[in-house]
């Protein structure tokens, strides 16, 4: 295996877990064939297969059991963790209870208190709703300049248009993060006012979505912004197919992880701007 940690994924029977857990063969690393899952799920399937990799399923019950033997064989291992929102406190706390490095992908529970428990914990970890690099860089980018020229759109007017699969029922937080940052730069625009485009037709004719990604994942923003006579326009696109980027970000992620425990370092709670601002892109 290539150099760099042998990497633990929670839940492998998941969308993200499972593109995590491919991107991790991907890229050469170890992956645990062992998964922490919810208790019905341990039951039905027993494994599941990655990349050819079979992946043996723990639920609930038996994973501080399992972890003891899991972690005799991988010792130092990073565990990422793409589960619900509903499991996000709990399994944070299993974590930093069993000192166990972790990449929390997981969106949703109640950040707060997760952050504090880990911070007051000392456990090495990464916290991250968002980790398309790429994306995450130009949210920072856009708030930066915001902080760099304020007001420097005053009297422009915007539109933003979002595009996700049917299922997405709220708000992209990334777009809503966006027009935070266009506000200070001079706008008045209301949450309410993003455009959320949920129906395939208009997806694939006026966003340009791929067929093949209306139903299996896509995140398709566009922001416009018009000066009062119309006589300029900026534009601000990101549109990503799938989930490879928040897979392959989420390796980087773990590889940035592992070298501040190998170097000891003091700060032990990152973010993706942390990531970022590393250089810790492959
Ligand atoms: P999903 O429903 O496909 O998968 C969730 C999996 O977690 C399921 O297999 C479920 O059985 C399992 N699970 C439930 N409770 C568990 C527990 N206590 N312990 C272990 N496993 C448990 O969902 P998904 O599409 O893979 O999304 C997962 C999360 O990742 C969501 O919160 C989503 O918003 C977030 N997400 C984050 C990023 C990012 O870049 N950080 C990108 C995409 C999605």
Redesign the pocket.
């Known amino acids: 295996a290539a150099a760099g940690p042998p990497i633990m994924v ?10 995590t857990a491919e991107a991790v063969v991907r890229a050469g690393l170890t992956l645990v064939p062992y ?4 208790q ?2 341990a039951v039905a399937v027993g494994n599941v297969g990655v990349s050819g990799v079979p992946v043996e399923l723990v639920g ?1 019950e038996q994973r501080q059991a399992a972890l003891e033997k899991i972690r005799s064989q991988y010792p130092d291992m990073v565990v990422v ?8 406190n ?2 944070a706390a299993f974590y930093c209870d069993n000192r166990l490095p972790f990449v ?5 529970g109640d950040r707060d208190k997760l952050i504090a428990d880990v911070a007051a914990s000392g456990n090495y970890a990464v916290v ?5 690099k790429q994306i995450v860089a130009f949210q920072t980018m856009m708030e930066m300049m915001a902080e760099r020229f304020p007001g420097c759109f005053s009297g422009y007017s915007l539109s933003v248009a979002e595009s996700h699969q049917r299922t997405k029922v709220d708000t992209s937080g990334t777009a809503k993060a966006v027009v935070a940052s266009l506000n200070k730069m001079g706008l008045q625009f209301g949450e309410d006012q993003i455009e959320k485009v949920r129906s395939p037709e208009e997806q694939v004719s006026r966003m340009g979505v791929p067929e093949a990604y209306v139903d299996a ?1 896509h995140a398709f923003h566009t922001y416009t912004l018009t000066s009062p006579d119309g006589s300029v326009t900026l534009e601000f696109k990101h549109n990503v197919c799938g ?1 490879e980027v ?1 897979a392959e ?2 390796v980087d992620t773990c590889l940035f992880l592992h070298r501040q425990i190998q170097a000891g370092a003091e700060k032990k709670l990152y973010n993706m701007i942390d990531v970022l601002s590393a250089g810790a892109m492959r």
């Open positions: 929670n839940s492998c029977t998941g969308k993200m877990g499972h593109a998964s922490l899952t919810g019905s799920e609930p963790d793409y589960t619900l929102p509903s499991a996000v709990e399994n929390m992908g997981t969106t949703g991250a709703p968002n980790m398309g994942g989930r928040y970000g989420t």
